[in-house]
């Protein structure tokens, strides 16, 4: 997956690796992923000609994670199958069924961490199972920190949010997803790149 470096969701991962960054947190805190921050994006090869983008629209995650030791538990992520969108109602539609994610019967794809290596103050793998189509397998996710702090408004109130990006790269083929791959037309690599803000709750 990469061949081990496949990954979705989850975009929470960011936290494995911000130990000793921002201010202490006395304990523990969870953190939700903002729904209104976060993007899910992906691209697959056509016949070689061009790489066709996508989204997935729905997803969600929680965590619980300590700013002061940088300790990260709890971590899980889901994707809403059908929310995929390419801009092409009928690519849409054959993507959402059993050549490929097969949204009906597999509504959700899912992430649950397992590990994580830290190799900078701003960077790091976290390593977790993914399910995609009732198949699970073990993904590396890179992450990259972007910031960690205390949201700008509203003054009064702010909220204490993290923002990262993860990237990672799946072989759909190794999820059941044959169709088209021997001849390929369709690519078995997808790219995917997660950008994600996460509140304390």
């Known amino acids: 997956m990469g061949r081990q470096r496949n990954g979705l969701i989850a975009g929470l991962t960011c936290l494995a690796i911000v130990a000793g960054i921002g201010p202490a947190a006395a304990q523990p805190r969870e953190y939700v992923i903002d729904p209104d921050h976060l993007s899910i994006a992906f691209a697959v090869e056509h016949i070689g000609y061009a790489a066709v983008h996508g989204l997935f629209t729905e997803g969600a995650g929680h965590f619980v994670y300590d700013e002061e030791t940088g300790e990260l538990s709890g971590l899980e992520a889901t994707i809403q199958t ?38 900078s103050d701003t960077t790091g793998l976290v390593h977790g199972d993914l399910t995609i189509r009732g198949v699970t397998q073990p993904v590396t996710l890179d ?13 009064s109130n702010p909220n204490h949010v993290i923002g990262a990006t993860v990237t990672t790269t799946l072989r759909r083929s190794d999820f059941g997803m044959t169709y088209a791959v021997e001849n390929g037309w369709v690519g078995d690599e997808v790219p995917l790149t997660i950008a994600f803000e996460a509140i304390a709750q």
């Open 143 to 155: 992450v990259t920190l972007n910031k960690i702090a205390d949201y700008p408004f509203p003054a």
């Open 82 to 119: 059908a929310s995929v969108f390419t801009g092409h109602e009928r690519r849409d539609g054959h993507v959402r069924g059993g050549d490929f994610l097969d949204a009906e019967t597999h509504p959700q794809i899912h992430f649950v961490m397992t590990g994580a290596e830290r190799l």
